[in-house]
């Protein structure tokens, strides 16, 4: 298989994808600790720096813009001051709003992180996780029908806070699949049996065992396929992608073809956002119709390539063509 990298990295430039999900604000809070509190056996973190980054579904959109496509955000936040800022970032990051609904009587998600260093020392998290309302579903629902039609493909991007719901996500399959647009998943526990029909579903170790109820050692290769193909029957799912952390990634097809790559050796200074990451890469590789296998292997670096950042960072799409041309091979 010859590809040709940079032709490839120019076509996603034309995408245009649908992020639906769970939007929030990453709050940081910098600073370093000298001292424990008089107080409280706690210590104190004198804050240097402050600030606010889009995280969630909204992070998915950055790392699509990063690697050059157009992303449409579908979601909710609160009338709040939160709310407020996200817009304030959406357009700090030249994001469309078109299709953000705002609740009144719904709080925007936002994760407070206090870093001394290197080190994440408490997080706090201001949310609700409960399902939006049926008007507010219907209101959102709308939104999409008139904004997919434009998308070369869809992302769940599912983080249990309530944006998701079984009948939304069906609804939103159904007409995906009316109009040929794909659709690829990040799934979280509370929906994870309710996205049957879509083409990609990503789930990692922690989500395909705590969804299926099961249990196995990660290191038996053959429970582990056993595993990916129930799921993949279960949900008739077209690919099934497992992220398996420092043993890099599964794609399943079907029982007689999988794909696997390790992870790339890298100084990890901070996972999170990096599922974020490679959803956004698989979704650009379905768009453009590429071989699964290359978008599992770009996904795979990609995903490594933001961890090494403390944070939740979009990717550097230079960076991540010379990796790609020098690590990927086939």
């Known amino acids: 298989m010859n590809l040709d990298f940079d032709k490839v990295f120019e076509q996603f430039n034309h995408v245009v994808a649908l992020v639906i999900g769970d939007v929030m604000i990453d709050s940081y809070l910098w600073g370093d600790v000298t001292r424990i509190s008089p107080e409280a056996p706690v210590p104190i973190v004198n804050v240097k720096k402050r600030e606010k980054r889009l995280g969630g579904a909204a992070n998915v959109a950055l790392n699509l813009k990063a690697m050059g496509a157009n992303p449409i955000l ?23 709003k078109d299709g953000i609904l705002v609740c009144k009587n719904r709080p925007t998600t936002i994760k407070h992180r206090i870093l001394s260093g290197h080190q994440q020392m408490l997080r706090i998290d201001a949310e609700t996780t409960e399902n939006i309302t049926d008007e507010e579903e219907n209101l959102l629902y709308e939104k999409i029908k008139k904004l997919v039609l434009k998308c070369q493909v869809i992302i769940f991007e599912d983080y249990d806070k309530g944006v998701l719901s079984e009948s939304l996500i069906q609804k939103v399959i159904t007409f995906a699949k009316e109009n040929n647009i794909p659709s690829v998943v990040d799934p979280k526990k509370r929906n994870f049996l309710h996205y049957q029909n879509t083409n990609v579903f990503k789930p990692n170790l922690k989500e395909l065992k705590e969804g299926l109820k099961i249990d196995f050692d990660v290191k038996n290769n053959e429970a582990l396929q056993k595993s990916v193909l129930l799921l993949k029957e279960k949900l008739n799912l077209e690919y099934v992608f497992v992220t398996l952390s420092e043993r890099g990634v599964l794609l399943a097809k079907n029982k007689n073809d999988f794909f696997a790559q390790n992870a790339h050796i890298r100084q990890i200074a901070d996972v999170s956002g990096a599922g974020d990451t490679v959803i956004s890469i698989v979704a650009l590789g379905v768009a453009i119709g590429l071989n699964p296998n290359f978008w599992a292997a770009l996904a795979n670096l ?13 990717i550097d799409k230079t960076q991540l063509l010379a990796e790609a041309k020098e690590h990927i091979k086939f």
């Open 74 to 96: 579908c979601a909710v936040v609160g009338d709040d001051a939160d709310g407020q800022d996200f817009f304030q970032l959406l357009q700090e990051n030249q994001l469309e």
């Open 302 to 314: 990609a995903g490594g390539l933001v961890c090494e950042y403390v944070g939740v960072v979009s």
